[in-house]
């Protein structure tokens, strides 16, 4: 039995790593590929330090949730800042009437609950304060 993405990827996500093709420059992340999406070179990758601040590419508000979670909860894919790669990430600090497309966030790793004695890590966006 393999182990659960969550907690395969945990050492990678805690870095914010992702892999930069060095053939194109695309960014993959999660790296679960041996073969560019972009370009279609193999094993062509070098490890990358992703950015923390990005942009909502879309959104959804979720108004039915576990109860560890307080609703409506905005989730987002979120296309980081250069060198790039996309994220689905849970919001905090943001109310569901201010999201929108195109939002500027910041974004973090961290415990969004724990239960059972486990602890259960997510990707976080909150608005970027500039
Ligand atoms: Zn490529």
């Not at 969550?6 to 992702?18: M, P």
């Not at 053939?23 to 070098?46: F, M, N, T």
Request: hydrophobic letters at 30%; aromatic letters at 12%.
């Amino acid at each position: 039995m393999s182990t659960p993405p969550l907690y395969r990827d945990i050492a990678q996500n805690l870095k914010f790593e992702g892999l930069k093709c060095k053939s194109c420059g695309y960014v993959a992340y999660p790296e679960y590929h041996r073969i560019c999406l972009k370009c279609g070179a193999i094993d062509q990758w070098e490890k990358v330090k992703l950015s923390r601040t990005g942009t909502v590419h879309t959104y959804i508000v979720s108004y039915y949730l576990p109860p560890e979670f307080e609703t409506p909860l905005p989730l987002a894919i979120v296309d980081l800042d250069p060198p790039g790669g996309r994220i689905y990430a849970i919001s905090t600090e943001t109310k569901h009437e201010d999201m929108k497309v195109g939002l500027r966030v910041e974004v973090d790793f961290r415990e969004i609950y724990h239960k059972d004695g486990l602890s259960v890590p997510s990707f976080k966006f909150k608005p970027l304060r500039e």
